[in-house]
């Protein structure tokens, strides 16, 4: 403190000039690494957004802007990483989360100590034949093996039931027990088309944590996504939007001819889960206010989805 | 060369082969059927008058072959419900049970009649009565319902253990199995076992229809067991150790139609009495001989039942399934509700292997002529986009092996869907569970005030009841209505193309 107290107005701002060009060099060069340590030292992003990478790069980039890893994984901790795996289709159809992300997420949590770091997705059409196709086909299963995550079908554990009393019609819902057990829940969507529900990311991911999907269908669908966000807010969410399905989602088609795919190679990170839906929502090309649970999420002060009162760093390579 | 050790051997392997093959699950069933179904008798013969194809014909031919050569050793050797019988037979002898076989009378107005009254209800287009008595089914059915619960039950139970090491696989689930179902296999089981604990092969004798038929056939056999009359001592050995209760001492007799080749005689006699070798007209004829006269009636009816099988409008006119208000969904490649109806043996062999267990068993929803018969189940579950295992499993032409791109667009029903009740339209918010799952875009969504409202064109549904499954509410807005003959949905394809994604990086962010 006293050190800072002795420094004036000019030798901080010329040691903070110094400091900027030498970032700027270094970021002309790539050669950022070195830097982001200090970078933590100043309050982290409401929202990090890296474009135009490879996704194991994009991921790299965007956690340290956050700050790194650390940030979020402690020493000794279990987390959870929650990718979308909720159709039986290929990584290049885009309606599940890119495989390479979420090696390159595992390994991260582990370099900053995670004890063990589970993988985990509840099918869309929840049979054991379909589940096991969707995390089989997506690649997902195997990519996670490779980096040493803990693959578990979502049926090899139990729900609990939990309270949501803030909730306008969720009130309570059985929530996997790896979600109710991990220290760290990192929320892995990708953002895609939907037919039904305009377009999906981060909160509607969520819905594969719970053990009945459809009493959300049921009751509201745009409600109940919001709702089931005032109770657990996952600790990051990290979107990943490098091949992006701009049709015929969530499913996307089943005749290659006519997929609509756009590489946007482009990775969203945030605690934020209304703000990363809302930047999603602009990526993708549409307006949030058009999206129904992402206005409910803002009204019932889940997140801002105004993202101009945010402070967002962005980053093309 | 001990004939029993042989017969042992060979009936383990057969039967241990088929237990993998029907609670093995898809992949196994898919190599084993191929390999054990030719060689069932009911299965391949349905095989061939529904449709001929020569793996079956050569396996048919060679049980005949072996039938006219060696006698019944199909009821020995291959019949996986003569292995079940004769294993309660080896732990009632163990336990006490049974002390000896002694000489059983032949009921042969009753095997006969069941025969021919087979023969008649599957010529007139049901095939319930066969369903019932068919060995292999039968033995399939058996399996199927007590077998495939318990392994699921154990497997799972695996799973559960692994899982305290961090191991993690996926469980399994058991097929649903009504009730009417599970009760009919284990009275017909129960049956099975008391008949052949008490008696041995009664069953294989009296009612079996495959065992009457080739005890006609082994009547003319090369190969008998033949006993020496003059050499005899009527130790009554061979008596006490014939399972199938067709020596009789007294008259120093084998009755060759029910002999079904166990062999425990020779290895029973010490003097060598009775023989197994070539045999022409060595064997003192009967002077009555109802066993010729239902020769000549079960050849009049085999070639009868092979006109008419081939000839489908006679055996439509008795079959009651067509003409039920909704009928049920039969698999794709069944063709139609008259093709699956006439040709399935409620083996139960596409229960095991469907991956999804969508094919459930059904007791009366195909009418009376249709028993046991298996539908698509879609209270259940769905019919998978992706698998075509059914048709590459059922070995007697019910179901057709389509290839998976063909079967894709197989329509073997037809959505409907309830706008009175579907949420979208009554409560005016998102929903859309349906369109979700849909895997051949049949359900679009209309976008009105950002509300997105279900429409079909059911041109493109080929009935897999994803969207049924998917459906939330009760009862479900969105039903899969059946196809009595199956129909080709039209191709999907995308009407606006985006244009090809841009090359050149853009450094900029919409916020």
Same mark, same amino acid.
């Given at each position: ?129 379909? %589940? +096991?196709?969707?995390? /089989?086909?997506?690649?997902? $299963?195997?990519?996670? @093996?490779?980096?040493?995550? =803990?693959?578990? &079908? ?12 803030? %909730? +306008?019609?969720?009130? /309570?819902?059985?929530?996997? $027990?790896?979600?109710? @057990?991990?220290?760290?829940? =990192?929320?892995? &969507? ?128 | ?511």
């Amino acid at each position: 403190m006293t050190e800072v107290q002795k420094t004036d107005r000019r030798e901080f701002l010329k040691k903070g000039l110094s400091l900027g060009l030498v970032a700027g060099g270094a970021v002309i060069l790539g050669k950022t690494d070195f830097l982001s340590a200090k970078e933590t030292v100043t309050a982290m992003p409401d929202l990090v957004a890296v474009k135009n990478a490879e996704p194991d790069a994009l991921f790299k980039k965007a956690i340290s802007l956050m700050g790194g890893m650390g940030q979020f994984v402690k020493k000794g901790q279990t987390v959870v990483v929650k990718p979308n795996i909720g159709f039986p289709r290929k990584p290049e159809i885009g309606a599940t989360t890119n495989p390479l992300l979420v090696k390159t997420i595992i390994e991260h949590c582990y370099k900053a100590g995670a004890k063990k770091v589970y993988v985990f997705d509840n099918a869309v059409l929840p049979t054991s034949s379909n %589940a +096991r196709n969707c995390y /089989k086909i997506s690649g997902i $299963e195997d990519a996670a @093996n490779a980096a040493g995550g =803990i693959v578990a &079908p979502a049926d090899d554990f139990g729900y609990k039931e939990v309270k949501i009393p803030a %909730a +306008r019609i969720l009130t /309570k819902t059985d929530v996997h $027990e790896l979600i109710l @057990n991990s220290d760290v829940f =990192i929320n892995v &969507p990708v953002l895609k088309h939907h037919r039904s529900a305009h377009l999906s990311i981060a909160m509607k991911n969520l819905m594969g944590i719970v053990n009945n999907r459809m009493e959300y269908h049921l009751r509201g669908l745009d409600q109940c996504i919001a709702d089931f966000c005032l109770y657990r807010k996952p600790d990051l969410n990290i979107v990943d939007a490098y091949r992006v399905l701009m049709s015929h989602g969530p499913s996307g088609p089943r005749d290659e001819a006519s997929l609509q795919v756009e590489l946007k190679k482009t990775l969203l990170l945030s605690r934020d889960i209304v703000a990363v839906d809302a930047a999603a929502t602009k990526i993708f090309g549409k307006d949030p206010e058009d999206i129904q649970y992402i206005k409910f999420g803002h009204e019932q002060k889940i997140g801002n989805m105004n993202l101009k009162e945010l402070k967002i760093v962005t980053y093309a390579m | 060369m001990n004939l029993v050790k042989i017969r042992i051997a060979i009936s383990l392997l057969v039967f241990t082969l088929f237990l993998f093959l029907f609670l093995g699950g898809g992949k196994i069933s898919v190599f084993l059927s191929p390999i054990l179904l030719p060689l069932q008798f009911v299965p391949a013969l349905i095989r061939i008058l529904i449709q001929p194809e020569i793996l079956f014909m050569i396996g048919l031919i060679t049980i005949l072959i072996i039938s006219l050569i060696f006698g019944r050793v199909y009821c020995s050797f291959l019949c996986p419900l003569g292995m079940l019988q004769d294993s309660v037979i080896a732990l009632s002898f163990k336990s006490g049970l049974l002390r000896k076989h002694i000489y059983q009378r032949p009921y042969n107005w009753l095997r006969y009649s069941i025969l021919g009254l087979t023969f008649i209800t599957v010529v007139l287009g049901s095939m319930s009565l066969l369903n019932f008595l068919d060995p292999y089914s039968l033995s399939g059915r058996i399996i199927t319902n007590f077998g495939k619960p318990l392994t699921v039950w154990i497997f799972n139970a695996g799973v559960d253990l692994l899982k305290y090491f961090n191991i993690y696989f996926f469980s399994k689930e058991v097929p649903y199995l009504p009730l009417s179902i599970l009760a009919a296999t284990f009275g017909c089981f129960i049956l099975v076992l008391i008949m052949s604990a008490k008696y041995g092969r009664l069953y294989c004798n009296t009612i079996c229809p495959v065992g009457t038929l080739l005890g006609l056939i082994s009547r003319i056999s090369i190969f008998k067991l033949v006993l020496d009359q003059n050499k005899c001592y009527e130790c009554v050995r061979c008596e006490i150790v014939c399972k199938a209760g067709c020596i009789d001492q007294q008259k120093k007799n084998i009755d060759q139609s029910r002999c079904v080749n166990c062999f425990n005689c020779l290895a029973a006699c010490s003097q060598s009495v009775i023989v197994y070798s070539p045999s022409f007209g060595k064997i003192k004829k009967n002077e009555w001989s109802p066993a010729r006269r239902g020769f000549l009636v079960g050849i009049l009816a085999a070639a009868g039942s092979v006109f008419l099988t081939f000839n489908s409008n006679i055996r439509n006119l008795f079959n009651t399934t067509a003409a039920k208000e909704s009928p049920p969904i039969t698999p794709p490649g069944s063709l139609s509700l008259a093709h699956f109806t006439q040709a399935c043996t409620a083996c139960y062999l596409c229960v095991s292997a469907c991956p999804t267990n969508v094919i459930t068993p059904s007791f009366l929803e195909y009418g009376i002529t249709g028993l046991l018969q298996p539908l698509m189940n879609y209270h259940k579950s769905f019919c998978d986009y992706e698998c075509n295992i059914c048709g590459k499993v059922c070995p007697t032409g019910a179901i057709f092996s389509l290839p998976l791109e063909e079967k894709k667009l197989i329509q073997i029903g037809e959505v409907k869907l309830v706008k009175e009740k579907c949420i979208v339209y009554v409560d005016k918010q998102n929903c859309g569970a349906c369109g979700e799952v849909c895997p051949t875009h049949t359900i679009n969504f209309i976008n009105k005030s950002n509300v997105l409202y279900p429409e079909t064109d059911t041109q493109y549904c080929i009935g897999c009841g994803a969207c049924e499954k998917a459906c939330p509410t009760s009862p479900k807005s969105i039903v899969v209505r059946s196809n009595s003959i199956h129909k080709k949905a039209v191709q999907y394809i995308a009407a606006a193309k985006l244009p090809q994604p841009k090359k050149e990086t853009n450094k900029d962010f919409p916020f």
